[in-house]
């Protein structure tokens, strides 16, 4: 597998996961007609441009290869910067890109549109709730990305925990908070689009008066906490506070009472990429059975109704969520950033 990251992925580090996998996935999409294997073989490679967590986006690429001997190209960055350089491709005619896999439901719906994709529905379609797909196939859901507050639980009591997003802008917080940059993360776009929205922009200036710190992406978040810079993070991927619990940290997530964001990261075929066969299998792949399990078994929510949430972490139907107007975001996504920068810089 050929890995491209920019400086910011290359902090988070690249490695493998070793040792083959007898997995049927591509095998049953086949007999499903949907796929043809011998030509995506005959392809040898497809090219991925996606937001996934590097670690998930290489046991993802490196179990894909096991199972088809199809090389995987990876180019790994924020979910913003991603679209950027697909759209700057797009737009000088040169796609490099078959498969594109982000965070940000309003762009990848502006894309369908405009007739970007290949629309597919895969043999295991009609696991993916409907909330999570575009009904015509133009992308189907990858993953679901729950957006909390986590703190460090041996620095922050109990008692002086945030309930409620209202609740981080109070003086208590003061200096103590790290956020993301809807500039580079397309999730920290639908969270503040949607709270600006619901809240006003008084309120991001509230917590600017709190400090926070913004970094560009989860995992800036993440080493953050554990580091103790900052204890408490805000509008952040609940997956990378379950993987540092699970490392041992001391890290507790709240769902706040007045709602979670429930975020699904978007796969779409790109129209014109240079393996059409091979895009096509790795779609198939990446909602099969065998790939959804990888996502809790890092912390994370597949995107499949019939894989069990991550140990430790609740149902998604048990939690209160936050609506996101998708539609409306893309709008105004250019205007939610310029203000966001306006107010933390």
């Not at 086949?30 to 996606?50: F, I, P, R, S």
């Not at 945030?162 to 993301?180: C, E, G, I, N, Y």
């Amino acid at each position: 597998m050929r890995t491209l990251i920019d400086r910011r992925g290359l902090a988070l580090g690249l490695g493998l996961i070793a040792g083959a996998l007898a997995l049927p996935a591509l095998g049953h999409a086949q007999e499903a007609g949907a796929v043809d294997l011998a030509k995506a073989k005959a392809e040898g490679k497809v090219v991925w441009y996606t937001s996934t967590p590097i670690e998930q986006a290489n046991k993802l690429a490196k179990l894909f290869e096991q199972q088809s001997g199809i090389k995987v190209e990876l180019f790994r960055s924020g979910g913003s910067a991603i679209l950027r350089r697909f759209n700057q491709e797009v737009s000088a005619g040169r796609i490099a890109a078959d498969v594109l896999t982000t965070s940000d439901p309003a762009a990848s719906n502006v894309m369908a549109e405009q007739g970007l994709f290949v629309p597919f529905k895969s043999v295991d379609f009609d696991k993916i709730p409907d909330t999570a797909k575009d009904k015509d196939g133009n992308w189907i859901g990858q993953r679901l990305n729950l957006i909390t507050i986590y703190m460090r639980g041996d620095k922050v009591p109990e008692a002086e925990r945030p309930k409620k997003w209202t609740d981080l802008t109070a003086k208590t917080f003061d200096k103590k908070m790290v956020m993301t940059d809807p500039s580079f993360t397309s999730l920290q776009l639908s969270v503040v689009g949607t709270l600006s929205e619901k809240l006003g922009w008084d309120y991001y200036k509230q917590l600017a008066g709190n400090d926070v710190m913004v970094v560009q992406g989860n995992q800036q978040v993440s080493d953050n906490l554990k580091r103790g810079e900052r204890l408490i993070a805000v509008g952040a991927l609940d997956s990378y506070a379950a993987e540092d619990r699970a490392s041992g940290h001391d890290i507790v997530t709240v769902y706040p009472a007045d709602g979670t964001f429930v975020i699904p990261s978007p796969t779409a075929i790109v129209k014109g990429g240079p393996n059409p066969a091979a895009a096509k299998a790795f779609a198939s792949f990446m909602i099969s059975p065998e790939a959804q399990k990888l996502f809790p078994a890092d912390g994370g929510y597949a995107a499949r109704s019939d894989v069990d949430p991550p140990a430790g972490s609740p149902k998604v139907s048990d939690l209160v969520i936050i609506p996101v107007d998708y539609a409306a975001l893309e709008k105004k996504a250019a205007e939610v950033k310029d203000e966001f920068n306006a107010i933390f810089r």
